[in-house]
């Protein structure tokens, strides 16, 4: 299942950040919280398709998974495909636009600039690094926890661990739009 619910997710963090580095090109200022919520919300939703979707083809099929993996796959490539499509819209933009990107000396990045961090950033970098490893092990072995503590059925179990991402997915455009009606996104992210 760990695999399946990998491959299913519609991308991992490192597309997340990919896709966070285009829409902070493309939407400014009051728009920007809200963009991100939007983007927060399919990744989500990605998490939702994976333990709702995943249990029941697995079930279907007698416990074989590999339908599941074949489907999750799919999604894989329509993602990669829209990612290429949105390479080649930016290409069409500055083409429009008549700009040109280029990376000045002054931002290519160079080892020696790590020293240069202060104390906040690396308590960030180790608090980021303290979560993801303790909440992503948790949350791929929820729904067999919730099974064998509270003996429900692995399909009840994998839509119960969807619910947290459900909501996340729900809530967060809405966040962003106080955010930027607010204003003091500095605040908030903390």
Not at 75 to 90: A, D, K, L, N, T
Not at 120 to 137: E, G, N, Q, T
Request: charged share 20%.
């Amino acid at each position: 299942m760990l695999a399946g619910r990998f491959i299913f997710g519609l991308g991992g963090e490192t597309q997340f950040v990919c896709k966070s580095a285009i829409i902070s090109q493309w939407f400014r200022g009051k728009e920007l919280a809200f963009a991100f919520g939007v983007n927060l919300s399919f990744s989500r939703l990605g998490s939702v398709l994976a333990g709702i979707i995943e249990p029941r083809i697995v079930d279907a099929h007698d416990g074989n998974l590999g339908l599941a993996l074949w489907i999750g796959f799919s999604f894989c490539v329509i993602s990669w495909f829209c990612g290429v499509g949105i390479v080649c819209c930016e290409l069409y933009a500055d083409k429009v636009d008549g700009t040109k990107a280029e990376i000045k000396e002054s931002d290519k990045f160079k080892c020696k600039q790590l020293t240069e961090f202060k104390l906040p950033y690396w308590l960030i970098v180790c608090s980021c690094c303290a979560v993801y490893c303790s909440i992503f092990p948790y949350t791929q072995n929820t729904a067999k926890m919730l099974e064998l503590e509270f003996g429900i059925s692995e399909t009840t179990a994998s839509t119960l661990y969807s619910l947290p991402f459900f909501i996340s997915a729900g809530v967060a455009p809405f966040l962003g739009v106080i955010v930027d009606k607010i204003g003091k996104r500095g605040i908030f992210s903390k």
